[in-house]
């Protein structure tokens, strides 16, 4: 992250939000970029469906709601933020594709947020705007499970950073961005690919992490693991302990290779925030 870039934040003012804050005001204070903070308003006749309400009312109720986002905007983390340079804007419309049209239209470099799910299958549940933002945005997404437990941003420490490639299209980028981040922090960085294949493909699997590694010039703990992905990557996570763990991802096409059916299973149980590159 350079001191001209931009993060956006969406917030719902959830703990999920405040969590996803800490994460967002680090690295908005700790690197110099901006953080947008982004409320959206689902109108009124879309969140109640097709309810008859006067046109009269439907507008002071417009009103209400947008005055009372700003109120509620304005005051959302103001002290913890306040050494951070921060825009606090309020749209009306549809969340993720809201988020993602802001994105590109104001040009984010980084979009973060948390998912989310419910009762004992949370692990299983990823957030249906998430999911959106994660499959359209054109920029890297932050997010996880477990921001609502974020410490705040000053007790938030980042010194291991985990990249896990499947050596497909985006492994350079995933591993150019984890290696920019873990260079920010002073981070170590491991380097891991996940593969369920035999020795002859292990061999091979490794001279490609040795030449990505080469290519992007940095020095890495470099792994090969066989096994499921998402539980070898997740473990690995938990094991080194790693503070975030990047993984690759295309833009509108989606996931790809090995992490294209298996993005969602990791960052619902990665056990750290999981940046999509």
Known sequence: ????????????????????????GLLASHCGCELVLLHVLVPPQFEFGAVDIAGSMLAE??????????????????????NVRVRRVVLEGDPSGSIVDFTRNEHCDLIVMPTHGYG?????????????????????????????????????SIRHVLCAVDLGPQSCKALAWAASLAREFGARITLLHAMPCGPQSQMAAGEELRKLQGSAGIEADVR??????AHVICAAAARLPAAVLVIGRGSAAGVYGRLRANAYAIIRQSPCPVVSV
């Open 224 to 229: 090969l693991e066989t096994g499921e992905p």
């Open 61 to 82: 109720l417009c009103r209400d709601r947008v005055q009372q986002a700003n109120i509620d905007m304005a005051e959302f983390l103001a002290s913890e933020l306040a």
């Open 120 to 156: 004992p299958f949370r692990r299983f549940i990823l957030g249906s705007n998430t999911a959106k933002v994660l499959h359209d945005a054109d920029c890297p997404v932050w997010t996880g499970v477990h921001l609502e437990d974020a410490p705040p941003a000053l007790s938030i």
């Open 1 to 24: 992250m350079q001191a001209n870039s931009r993060i956006l934040l969406p917030v719902d003012f959830s703990e999920r939000s405040v969590g996803a804050a800490h994460y967002a």
